[in-house]
């Protein structure tokens, strides 16, 4: 973060010192975890369903915090945001246990804080990305092609809502050229106003899926959030969007911002031609541009990283990037975020795809292909275990069962549905095609990982997919705790 003062803060959020003078210099990061403080950091206050941060602001400056931003006063030099009104607080600002808007008070402070400091860096360029999945894989990869441009900040994982992305943006400073974030929304304005914290100046769009269905309604509502970003952009702006996704591509008309389509529709400004995959599902295609074409095999695993490589190359381009780098990045990009498509092999021989960290349909669909092409034409069995995918409203069952019939038409091996909330997918695969006992219903984790660690063998390759909160990487995790760490494959 770049130096401010106390009293620059208290300007800059609207509040009041509180046991300080206002001369005292914030150095270093702005932090929310009171464990993670450095020597001339911000401690911010955040209250949460178990504990509420006021309650560390002393053990904070103990540690070493310069100040503490907060919404009431507390033992320690800081500075004090002022209240939200009930009708100004929005459903992006709803925090565990924030029962006396406390927490609605420190996050408008903290989103002023990052304006702020977002102003004060006018060289800035900042770089949007939403979508219904694949949004913290793609911010991983344009990250990782704009680094060797210049210092580049980007969340680790999937800090992307109304806390994490303040708290990215006070990690750039003065050295900082790009900064790469994700925006989440769980409703409509959710996405512009994270917009207001951090005006982007290039805004990807994805893909319009069924993420957080129950909570929109309807794919239009969900096009109509995610279309926020691009309708934040500048005149002098970019829009990269997905012309495969007539969704995401009917977005051009919401924008001022010149418009760049990325795909395989022919259209598409940057685009994929001979799309291939090796033994492993990783993909080869060759990247076109108006710049001319390079070929580019991406070490990661998956056909559905195609259209987030092509949003990244349209980024990097955009910023100064030359066709032949782009290509050559590419080809040496890592996974970075835990849980999306880890792949290793236990010492036992078997190949697990951890994949654990969320799931919708769209996202399963992508690894059940995945699953499917890293065993096509291979005497290694195909596992699939499944737990359920949340936040589908009125369309739960009907996305369950589609998934279940899917892994049958996929010729997967076995599928291992994990719980009750799941059993669609069970239930469908049982019913689709000639499919005996493929399928099977387990109660838990615990079940499950019984019945691979009783089943498996040497050679098999196993999926582990579910929504976040059913911790289906412990799977996984028990996979290894079998025989050791296993290597992973890059």
């Known amino acids: 973060m770049i130096r401010l003062s106390l009293a620059d803060i208290a300007s800059a959020v609207d509040g ?7 001369s005292e210099i914030v150095s270093a990061g702005v932090e929310f975890d009171s464990r993670k403080i450095t020597d001339g950091g911000l401690f911010v206050a955040v209250p949460g369903e178990r504990v509420d941060g006021h309650d560390f602001a002393a053990q904070a400056i103990t540690d070493g915090a310069t100040g503490v931003l907060a919404a009431r006063e507390v033992d320690a030099p800081a500075v004090l945001v002022p209240t939200v009104p009930v009708e100004e607080r929005s459903s992006a600002m709803a925090l565990a246990g924030d029962t006396d808007g406390t927490g609605a008070a420190v ?3 903290l989103a ?6 977002v102003d004060r860096l006018p060289e800035l360029a900042v770089v949007g990305v939403t979508g219904s999945s694949g949004k913290t894989s793609t911010k991983d990869l344009i990250a990782q092609l704009l680094a060797p441009m210049g210092p580049t900040v980007a969340p680790p994982g999937s800090f992307n809502n109304e806390l ?5 943006v006070l990690r750039a400073d003065e050295q900082t050229r790009h900064l790469v974030l994700e925006l989440s929304a769980r409703g409509v304005g959710h996405i512009a106003n994270l917009c207001e914290v951090a005006p982007p100046r290039i805004g990807v769009v994805l893909n319009v899926g069924h993420a957080h269905l129950g909570e929109f309604g309807s794919q239009e509502a969900v096009a109509q959030a995610k279309g926020e970003l691009v309708e934040s952009l500048p005149a002098d702006g970019v829009a990269v969007l997905n012309a495969d996704d007539p969704l995401v591509a ?4 919401r924008t001022r911002a010149r418009v760049v389509l990325v795909g395989e529709s022919p259209n598409a400004h940057v685009r994929a031609e001979d799309v291939e995959v090796d033994e492993l599902a990783r993909p080869t295609f060759t990247l076109v541009t108006e710049a001319g074409k390079e070929r580019v095999t991406l070490p990661l695993f998956g056909e559905h990283h195609v259209g987030n490589a092509l949003s990244a190359a349209a980024v990097a381009l955009e910023l100064g ?3 032949p780098q782009v290509a050559e990045r590419l080809g040496s990009i890592q996974r970075v975020s835990a849980r999306r498509m880890e792949v290793a092999e236990t010492p036992n021989g078997v190949t697990v795809v951890n994949d654990a960290y969320n799931a919708n349909p769209e996202s399963v669909r992508a690894a059940l292909k995945t699953l499917a092409a890293m065993t096509r034409g291979r005497p290694a069995r ?7 995918m949340a936040e589908l409203g009125d369309a739960d069952v009907e996305a369950h069962d589609e998934i279940g019939r899917l892994a049958v038409r996929l010729n997967i091996d076995r599928l291992v549905v994990v719980g009750e909330q799941a059993q669609a997918m069970h239930q469908a695969a049982s019913l689709e095609g000639s499919w005996g006992e493929e399928s099977v219903l387990v109660a838990d984790i615990d079940e499950a990982v019984a019945l691979l660690r009783a089943e498996l063998r040497p050679g098999d390759v196993v999926l582990t997919k579910a929504s976040n909160s059913a911790g289906l990487w412990r799977v996984a995790e028990a996979l290894f705790a079998d025989g050791g760490n296993g290597e992973q494959q890059q």
Not at 250 to 253: I, L, P, Q
């Open 250 to 253: 009917a977005m051009a008309e």
């Open 321 to 323: 990037a030359t066709l």
């Open 112 to 117: 002023k804080l990052a304006r702020h400091v």
């Open 382 to 388: 195909a596992w699939a275990v499944l737990g359920p």
């Open 16 to 22: 009041r010192l509180h046991r300080a003078e206002g």
């Open 164 to 168: 994490g992305h303040p708290w990215t």
């Open 107 to 109: 996050l408008a402070g």
